[in-house]
């Protein structure tokens, strides 16, 4: 299709009867929001859905009548024949998955080209981003403090957009594009050379498979962008909301990765925040309404950093691993697994704002007894001391305080209805609901399996 560049003259659009709500994770990513998704659009609520940070890092598995997609880049109402997608500006758009997934999507029978609106202020990731992510993790890893990062070349291409340096997809279409990609790259091999000459980073010379293949991979890629739909994605979301569209607000990763209030440095490179929404996407603050946050019934993390609430049994994890797969959509690096963690998940509601929240994976319980984890501890002086507040390193850390309850085995694989929950997996969610409700936040749905049906509502 034509590349459409809307030519309107931006113009102060009166607050329209349209409003956005947003889908985060609450915990440290993986949560299956893209489930959530589905079952949000399956509402007929929204028109469209859109993206507002992050990049080709984060995976999501969407299934649709009999259709499995997997996708990293592509909003996840990909399989909703009539919903837009929308790439906003606050993402780092990786071209080669970008046109990878639309292939894939296509060969699926999902041809999204003409639904895809791609913001001309999101950021390209270069042909040579990746190839940085893993010179800078080579390095850590040597200085001992390596992240865990997907090596897709997210965080890279964030610090090229902080340092004004970077691109955007809007530049593609200039004539001088040849011209500041070459001047870029030339920077990027500088960097890589450093990493060569100070850490022993071997560095893929230009004229070597490594680059040469990616470069040209890359180049096609482009072309392919050119075909597609960019546009002024701020000035296109706030006109259909002033024709009284809604528009669902993706998150990627989740709050417990935010740049800013994560783990640092153990986070991803962008604000994983709801409040994001606004500077991801270019709308006011005043479209926002309802804030969805994704949990399940336990903990998972994938990465570098401490991870309080993991499960000390082994073998009990990787049970919890084998029984959720538990493996990294993007990475295929398995997750560590821990019980579910409501001095985070507090924290993370806090932050988010979330007002209604989706608990998925309920139907995995491998243990007789679980336990929750609701506080943390550190020592100070030699003497231990129950934290108040959320702890700047989560290395500040030296042990959790837990209560335990009966678990449920696998009595509710499958469940979707209310009436038919066993009695222990309905005390559990009665147990969270009650730990939460000062912060008046409502458990609306509650996943039982992967398929579109497992679920039941649990609080109008």
């Keep these: 299709m034509a590349n459409k560049i809307l030519k309107n003259k931006k113009v102060y659009l009166p607050k329209g009867q349209g409003f956005i709500d947003a889908v985060v994770g609450l915990q440290w990513g993986d949560e299956g929001k893209g489930k959530n998704i589905d079952q949000l659009l399956s509402k007929g609520t929204y028109s469209a859905v859109a993206r507002f940070q992050g990049g080709a890092n984060a995976g999501h598995t969407l299934k649709l009548g009999g259709v499995t997609f997997v996708g990293h880049i592509v909003p996840s109402g990909c399989l909703h024949k009539n919903i837009e997608l929308y790439i906003g500006n606050g993402v780092v ?16 029978g999902f ?3 003409k639904r895809l609106y791609i913001s001309n202020r999101a950021k390209l990731v270069s042909f040579l981003h990746p190839f940085l992510d893993q010179a800078d993790e080579f390095m850590r890893n040597k200085l001992g403090g390596k992240i865990g990062t997907t090596s897709r070349g997210i965080g890279p291409a964030y610090s090229d957009v902080r340092a004004r340096r970077g691109l955007l997809i809007g530049d593609v279409l200039l004539p001088d594009f040849e011209q ?20 022993g980073f071997e560095i893929p010379q230009e004229k070597t498979k490594g680059i040469r293949e990616a470069k040209e991979k890359w180049d096609n890629a482009v072309r392919e962008l050119k075909r597609l739909q960019i546009c002024d994605l701020s000035f296109l979301i706030q006109k259909r909301l002033s024709e009284g569209k809604n528009i669902l607000a993706e998150g990627a990763q989740a709050v417990m990765l935010d740049v800013d209030f994560g783990d640092f440095p153990f986070v991803t490179s962008s604000n994983t925040l709801p409040a994001n929404v606004c500077l991801g996407l270019g709308v006011p603050h005043t479209y926002l309404r309802d804030i969805y946050g994704v949990i399940k019934a336990y903990t998972t993390k994938v990465g570098g950093g ?3 609430s993991r499960i000390a049994n082994q073998a009990l ?34 932050l988010s704002g979330a ?35 959320f702890p700047l390193y989560l290395n500040e850390v ?11 085995g696998n009595k509710n ?26 912060l008046n936040v409502k458990i609306i749905s509650v996943g039982t399996g992967p398929d579109r049906e497992h679920f039941f509502e649990w609080e109008k």
């Design 93 to 108: 758009v990786d071209v080669v998955s970008l046109i990878n997934e639309i292939k894939q999507l296509q060969d699926l």
């Design 111 to 113: 041809d999204v080209t």
């Design 180 to 199: 500041k990609i070459a001047t870029l790259s030339e920077f990027h091999l500088n960097v890589l050379n450093m990493y060569k000459e100070k850490y």
């Design 306 to 308: 401490n991870f309080p």
């Design 317 to 350: 994890e990787k049970a919890f691993q084998d029984a959720g797969h538990e493996f990294g959509a993007t990475t295929g690096r398995p997750r560590m697994c821990g019980w579910l963690d409501l001095f985070a998940l507090r924290h993370a509601i806090e």
């Design 355 to 389: 007002n209604k929240i989706f608990i998925n994976k309920a139907d995995i319980c491998l243990s007789d007894k679980i336990k929750v984890v609701t506080g943390y501890k550190n020592k100070e002086k030699n003497k231990e001391k129950v934290l108040k507040e």
């Design 398 to 408: 030296t042990g959790v305080i837990t209560e335990q309850i009966p678990g449920w």
């Design 413 to 438: 694989y499958g469940v979707n209805s209310k009436k038919k929950v066993s009695k222990e997996l309905a005390s559990y969610l009665n147990y969270i609901k009650n730990k939460l409700a000062d």
